[in-house]
């Protein structure tokens, strides 16, 4: 559980300081939308990719680059949490 | 001079081909199954009173039910409107009202949203439920249920003039309403016909059709592809923004042409992983819509180096009326970005001065566009319509692209600029001031500006500068998912910025070089 919540504030912590700067941590919920709502564009969403591989050693594969992994912090932990398994 | 018949004519000469393939493990259709796909269509939007003339909206993702609901509209001698499947309700339901569709066909997902936005707008349009979209299957399935109620009276296929509408593609509107481009069967025909002369397409290629129905790379993608009994690999709307599986779906489809915006070109040549899979049936690389950048490009190339490259140019009022064959490998000194080349075969082009003279030879000015491909002008506006047009010399009136470009001693046209506030970002037309009047429709919103400045990583960059009742600091979250819900994705600005007040000219008018200044300091 500690170790779940860890990993949220990491991947939420990194969000912020690189797709909103200056924005308030608490109005990133674990359900509030990235992607439909223009926050994590292609280009985000590989740079991510890229910092979830590097910080948790897991590989996300090509077809779960989508919205229904990564429109969510609550999608994206979970999808890293599956890796690590 | 008629768009549908080239499906007439391929499903004759070849009916057992695939017309269709939905990449990623879609469905697939012959040519003729497609064929009788849309005539049912057709003859069940005949049934609902659709009549030669009029317009057929459809809100279905991108499958083979949407290409088979374009030819059932064209077969019913109406003007098809695509909107976009991604776009909110409110923007699609005026695209569909403005032009006074007598029907629409919707998938059942969007279809609540979509009823209360016509409601709103006071419109009363035929509605055709479809479960779905994929394989034809969702379509099949609505046309079968309907005809167990009452079966449609098969019609001939409508013969329209060339003059006649094919097609209402819908772009972004300096004032904050989308307008509508009317392009009939002889601007599609003729369009397609240089395709054809230029491309050399065969029964053995298959075309990506990455561009959605609603921009116009899609005609080339379509027409040309079907005209010649090639196979249209389909790519779905979420697929197509990411550059793994597109790398993937052009090695495994053995895509022969692919057509696109050169942003997701230059994710796929940095992110694709290119080096570990084959691209040997690829022979033809086309991209238009933006500048590509020449150290992207470059890369792209060195990637791929067996296709032959081609920059196509034009504003959805011409579609493709400028183009440029890349000649491979590109030298590393170049640093520039390709030209966008010479006028094509079925259209003119003259380069006009500031006083609305033909600029001398090697002097910048608008190019300005007149033929067979060129736009009547925009659905229901007179004025503007009036306005895209200038006389030079002799009539018929070009049409003004807005683009200001220089001729070089090579005869090849050299793109420098917009003449006004409108930039293009990922390909897709974006007019600063329709991301304005979303912005100024926010409760907390007392002013707003945006620029656009040219990024490496994004192409453009948009900035809103806001001035927020109470010198607020809003929440970029908030902001941005309030933007989603009047544009589309791609229009929402990149940055955020506020400002007690936004600066002004001597005029009281925005001081937009201020604010451009701002957000590049």
């Not at chain 2, 307008?179 to 491309?199: D, I, P, Y």
């Not at chain 2, 000015?365 to 659905?379: D, N, S």
Request: glycine content about 8%; charged content about 25%; proline content about 6%.
């Amino acid at each position: 559980m500690a170790d779940e919540s860890a990993v949220m504030d990491t991947v939420k912590t990194f969000i912020i300081k690189e797709f909103l700067p200056g924005e308030d941590p608490g109005n990133l919920t674990p359900t509030t939308p990235l992607m439909t709502s223009g926050i994590l564009d292609s280009l985000a969403t590989l740079k991510l990719i890229t910092f979830l591989e590097q910080e948790f050693s897991v590989q996300i594969e090509a077809h779960e680059a989508d919205e229904e992994h990564f429109n969510t912090l609550e999608a994206i932990c979970g999808l890293v949490a599956s890796k690590r398994g | 001079m008629i768009l549908h018949q080239c499906l007439d004519e391929a499903a004759r000469r070849w009916p057992d081909h695939v017309a269709i393939h939905e990449a990623g493990g879609g469905g697939s259709i012959s040519y003729r199954e497609l064929d009788s796909l849309s005539n049912r269509l057709r003859d069940r939007l005949v049934g609902l009173g659709v009549r030669p003339g009029d317009r057929v909206g459809f809100w279905i993702r991108k499958s083979v039910d949407a290409v088979a609901t374009i030819f059932g509209a064209l077969k019913a001698g109406a003007a098809y409107v695509p909107v976009d499947p991604t776009a909110p309700a409110a923007r699609n339901g005026y695209i569909l009202a403005d032009c006074a569709v007598a029907a629409v066909v919707v998938e059942t997902r969007f279809a609540d949203a979509l009823r209360a936005e016509l409601a709103r707008q006071g419109v009363d349009p035929k509605v055709l439920l479809i479960g779905g979209a994929g394989g034809g299957a969702h379509l099949r399935a609505a046309l079968d249920e309907e005809d167990r109620r009452a079966k449609a009276a098969p019609v001939h296929s409508a013969e329209p003039r060339p003059e006649d509408l094919a097609y209402i593609l819908y772009t972004s509107g300096s004032t904050g309403k989308p307008k509508g481009v009317m392009l009939t069967h002889r601007n599609a025909v003729s369009f397609v016909q240089w395709c054809s002369e230029t491309f050399a397409p065969v029964p053995t290629d298959r075309f990506s059709s990455h561009a959605p129905f609603h921009f116009d790379l899609s005609i080339l993608d379509i027409y040309t592809c079907l005209k010649h009994g090639g196979t249209l690999i389909v790519i779905g709307e979420e697929a197509g923004k990411m550059p793994l599986d597109l790398a993937q779906i052009i090695a495994e489809a053995k895509i022969t042409v692919w057509y696109s915006a050169p942003s997701i070109l230059s994710l796929i040549a940095q992110h694709g992983k290119l080096g570990s899979r084959s691209y040997a049936s690829l022979r033809l690389v086309l991209f238009a819509g933006e500048v590509f950048p020449i150290g992207h490009l470059k890369s792209l190339t060195r990637q791929w180096p067996r296709p032959r490259y081609f920059n196509l140019y034009g504003p959805t009022e011409t579609n493709v009326c400028t183009f440029y064959e890349v000649a491979t490998p590109i030298p590393d000194e170049q640093s520039a970005p390709v030209p966008i080349g010479k006028i094509c075969s079925h259209l003119e082009g003259v380069v006009v001065d500031g006083e609305g003279g033909i600029a001398r030879k090697g002097a910048e000015g608008e190019l300005c566009i007149r033929g067979a491909g060129v736009t009547q002008g925009y659905w229901n506006l007179p004025e503007q319509s009036r306005n895209a047009f200038i006389t030079v010399g002799t009539p018929p009136a070009y049409y003004r692209t807005g683009d200001i470009v220089v001729e070089t001693p090579d005869g090849n046209f050299r793109y420098l600029g917009r003449r006004d506030r409108m930039i293009k970002k990922r390909g897709y037309r974006v007019e600063l001031g329709e991301i304005e009047a979303c912005l100024y429709q926010h409760p907390e919103i007392r002013e707003a500006a945006v620029v656009a400045l040219p990024d490496e990583a994004l192409g453009m960059k948009v900035h809103a500068h806001l001035a927020c009742k109470e010198g607020k600091r809003l929440s970029l979250i908030e902001l941005k998912t309030f933007c989603s819900e009047h544009v589309p994705i791609y229009m929402i600005p990149d940055v955020f910025s506020f400002h007690a007040a936004l600066p002004k000219t001597s005029t009281d008018k925005v001081d937009y070089q201020t604010l451009k200044a701002r957000s590049q300091g």
